[in-house]
């Protein structure tokens, strides 16, 4: 596996999880408040 690539998706997902996070804090605010 090329280390790249593997840099590549990892990112992507952290990207990935930062912005359901984001989202979810969002709705769960606007919920509540």
Do not use: I
Not at 8 to 20: E, G, I, K
Request: aromatic share 6%; hydrophobic share 55%; glycine share 12%.
């Amino acid at each position: 596996m090329v280390v790249g690539e593997g840099l590549l998706s990892a990112a992507r997902f952290t990207l990935r999880v930062v912005a359901c996070g984001n989202a979810f804090s969002l709705a769960l605010e606007s919920h509540l408040g």
